[in-house]
T-cell receptor
């Protein structure tokens, strides 16, 4: 089993739709979690941290479920500019133990 | 100007050649990393450095070496390039648990 797993997609959604991605992780000792956004052939950029209590940043909501070992990202009112690959990132101890998911591709369609 | 700068942006080379990829940062971060990204795989850590005198192997260091010339500079070398080192390479700096990436170097080994 991979340490961090994501559905690769692509998720094709119309503008204005709500879309959610999940990411599962295998190490129960994982400590912190993030979502990064990566545009095609560009560098990953931090989108948001994921806190146990859940957190929201505008149209984006991230949640953590430690019992089931998954994190989620919800995007409301999708925009064309949201089209990208979303990477789940899990820290499992020390600044070097960082595991990236392979990413979920989102395509927002006019 | 970018905070994390990688050079070159693209490089095509032949099997057996020595290649150096350079990374410099203006963020003042102590931690620096080299990752590679292959289609269908997550980012994988090659080497990391937590300060100028500190160099550590990541999960896929074989065939690579690094040099931390200064806090701001971290270069990656391929001593004798081989085709399966064809990939997109990213340098990153770290602050707390957040990573900040350069724009990447696409390396093709023929």
């Amino acid at each position: 089993r991979k340490e961090v797993e994501q559905d690769p997609g692509p998720f094709n959604v119309p503008e204005g739709a709500t879309v959610a991605f999940n990411c599962t992780y295998s190490n129960s000792a994982s400590q912190s979690f993030f979502w990064y956004r990566q545009d095609c052939r560009k560098e990953p950029k931090l989108l948001m941290s994921v806190y146990s209590s859940g957190n929201e940043d505008g149209r984006f909501t991230a949640q953590l479920n430690r019992a089931s070992q998954y994190i989620s990202l919800l995007i409301r009112d999708s925009k064309l500019s949201d089209s990208a690959t979303y990477l789940c990132v899990v820290h499992s101890g020390g600044y070097q133990k960082v595991t990236f998911g392979t990413g979920t591709k989102l395509q927002v369609i006019p | 100007d970018a905070d994390v700068t990688q050079t070159p942006r693209n490089r095509i080379t032949k099997t057996g050649k020595r290649i150096m990829l350079e990374c410099s940062q203006t963020k003042g971060h102590d931690r620096m990393y080299w990752y590679r990204q292959d289609p269908g795989l997550g980012l994988r850590l090659i080497y990391y450095s937590f300060d100028v005198k500190d160099i550590n192997k990541g999960e896929i260091s074989d065939g690579y070496s690094v040099s931390r010339q200064a806090q701001a500079k971290f270069s990656l070398s391929l001593e004798s390039a081989i085709p399966n080192q064809t990939a997109l390479y990213f340098c990153a700096t770290g602050l707390n648990e957040k990573l900040f990436f350069g724009s990447g170097t696409q390396l093709s080994v023929l």
